[in-house]
């Protein structure tokens, strides 16, 4: 009966440790994807930030029509938004 008992927690710690190693291989996983995807969202974001400064400067000064403006605007706060759901992906 105790060799019984002895060879089922034995399997039992051999499970939980397959469990774990999983679960740090997917963590670390998540967190590289996470990290590659926060590069092209910083990027974009600062595509987005020149952008709108040429296009609000071309607006004020009118050479640029409402709807470009509103649209250099729009993408800005797209990107925005993306950047930071890049950031908080990498931090949860």
């Given at each position: 009966?105790?060799?019984?008992?002895?060879?089922t927690?034995?399997?039992?710690?051999?499970?939980?440790?397959?469990?774990?190693?999983?679960?740090?291989?997917?963590?670390?996983?998540?967190?590289?994807?996470?990290?590659?995807?926060?590069?092209p969202?910083?990027?974009?974001?600062?595509?987005?930030?020149?952008y709108?400064?040429?296009?609000?400067?071309?607006?004020?000064?009118?050479?640029?029509?409402?709807?470009?403006?509103?649209?250099?605007?729009?993408?800005?706060?797209?990107?925005?938004?993306?950047?930071?759901?890049?950031e908080?992906?990498l931090?949860?």
């Amino acid at each position: 009966q105790t060799q019984i008992e002895k060879n089922t927690l034995e399997t039992r710690k051999a499970q939980l440790d397959q469990q774990v190693s999983l679960q740090i291989q997917n963590a670390r996983l998540a967190y590289e994807t996470a990290r590659q995807s926060l590069v092209p969202a910083r990027s974009a974001l600062k595509n987005a930030e020149s952008y709108f400064r040429i296009i609000s400067r071309k607006y004020g000064e009118g050479q640029s029509p409402l709807i470009e403006y509103l649209d250099a605007r729009n993408k800005l706060t797209l990107a925005q938004l993306r950047e930071a759901i890049a950031e908080y992906d990498l931090l949860i």
